[in-house]
């Protein structure tokens, strides 16, 4: 008789992992019903008598100290910040920002957004991070800035990172839409290149539905983010003094409200995944054939999480397909998936150079050579998508029960391997 769910045997999880996420309490239904009630759910400047009157402003002083920033400017979501980090540290037209060809789509439209052009950068094989060596061969006379992303939650190279940028004046802005808590040598991420961009997107560690913010220890940056952000106005400023060309992008109450709740267990959240992270890894380990992405780096003081990424090996598991793999995974009750399916620059967007009647900004007359995608290969990010990564989302971690579950799943697919040929 079959025992793999996926010919008919009784799953391990039936229904599924029993996960919950966002987590909330009655302090966030508390703080929700302050703000409607109040009547200011509007977070502008021009509304409060005290600067930090508004929830929007109090989250904002208090993410800056939490990631270790001098400053936080919350926005409406984390693709805004991307563009608004860029904006304000001078990205204009005609620059390239180098992103890797690993991560969600907005790490490359933001750039767009900025009126810049995206540059594809491999990964790391085992830390599935930009590539630093391959970073610095694509800088040319157009490259402005360097946006690493911390991809999962795990942390690029921050060291070499910031290294290539002081060597060739170039300006980092940290993708950390996935890595709320994760820290590099002590620090926290969005504290260590120039400006840091978060999501608070509802599947975030810091979740507020949408959201997003931009952090920095730069007073000008600061400056600018707050300008871009709220159409042109500065800190202080008059309702309709307004001195560059920008849209609005601001947080409302609700957001500032709920993010400030969250952000009160976002410590104690941040722990639990990362050390059953590490127990699931060492599990991992112990099953063989998939293990967790490299561990034991010093300089990597905590990882935050949204993904966890697994690197199945196909040979270690009598040579099943990845996809046979996951669908067996599927039918016991755990989900897993690729998180992305594909390097960016294969996306539709790059392939088909969707960029309008003008072609800009990628095809900018201020930057005056031909980009074409077509030609872009990244051999590690292709292998990783084509056959390697196995994803699951990030809540699991915050129950050791479901990671156990996890991996029962996991061993059991392995014991009865047989019944997949
Ligand atoms: C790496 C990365 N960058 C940027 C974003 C964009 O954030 P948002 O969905 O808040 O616009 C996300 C969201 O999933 C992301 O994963």
Redesign the pocket.
């Known amino acids: 008789m079959a025992k793999l769910a996926i010919n008919g045997g009784a799953p391990v999880a039936p229904g599924g992992l029993q996960t919950r996420w966002p987590i909330i309490d009655d302090t966030d239904r508390a703080a929700l019903l302050e703000v409607l009630d109040s009547g200011k759910w509007c977070s502008a400047g021009f509304y409060y008598e005290h600067p930090l009157d508004s929830k929007v402003a109090q989250f904002e002083k208090a993410w800056a100290q939490w990631v270790g920033a001098k400053y936080a400017v919350a926005v409406t979501?984390?693709?805004a910040s991307?563009t608004l980090a860029l904006r304000a540290a001078g990205v204009e037209a005609g620059d390239e920002v180098i992103v890797p060809a690993v991560?969600?789509i907005?790490?490359a439209t933001?750039v767009i957004l900025a009126n810049a052009i995206p540059v594809f950068a491999d990964i790391v094989p085992d830390t599935y991070q930009i590539d630093p060596d391959h970073v610095e061969s694509l800088i040319t006379p157009h490259t402005r800035a360097i946006m690493p992303?911390h991809?999962g939650g795990y942390p690029a190279d921050m060291d070499r990172v910031m290294e290539i940028a002081r060597k060739h004046n170039l300006v980092v802005v940290e993708?950390c839409?996935?890595a709320h808590g994760t820290e590099w040598r002590g620090k926290r991420v969005g504290s260590l290149g120039h400006l840091g961009s978060f999501?608070?997107?509802m599947g975030k560690p810091l979740a507020a539905g949408?959201g997003?913010s931009i952090t920095t220890s730069d007073d000008t940056f600061a400056r600018n983010a707050y300008s871009f952000g709220d159409l042109g106005r500065v800190p202080g400023g008059g309702k309709y003094d307004h001195y560059i060309p920008a849209g609005n992008n601001r947080m409302t109450e609700f957001q500032g409200a709920i993010l400030l709740t969250a952000l009160a267990r976002l410590d104690h959240q941040t722990e639990t995944r990362y050390q059953n992270g590490e127990y699931f890894a060492k599990e991992l380990d112990r099953i063989g054939g998939i293990p967790a992405l490299k561990r034991g780096d010093p300089r990597i003081t905590k990882r935050g999480y949204?993904f966890y990424f697994l690197r199945y090996q196909p040979q270690e598991w009598n040579g099943l397909p990845r996809e046979t793999f996951m669908a067996a995974l599927n039918a016991e009750g755990i989900h897993a998936g690729t998180a992305h399916n594909q390097p960016l620059y294969k996306s539709p967007l790059f392939e088909d150079m969707s960029f309008g009647r003008t072609g800009c900004p990628i095809l900018c007359p201020h930057h005056g050579e031909k980009i074409d995608y077509s030609s872009v290969h990244c051999p590690v990010s292709e292998r990783v998508y084509d056959t390697e990564v196995v994803a699951m989302g990030k809540d699991f971690l915050m129950d050791r029960a479901a990671v156990d579950t996890v991996l029962a799943a996991i061993q059991k697919v392995k014991d009865n391997l047989d019944e997949l040929k």
Do not use: I
């Open positions: 979501n984390g693709t991307l991560t969600f907005a790490s933001g992303v991809y993708d839409a996935e999501s608070h997107q949408e997003g949204y």
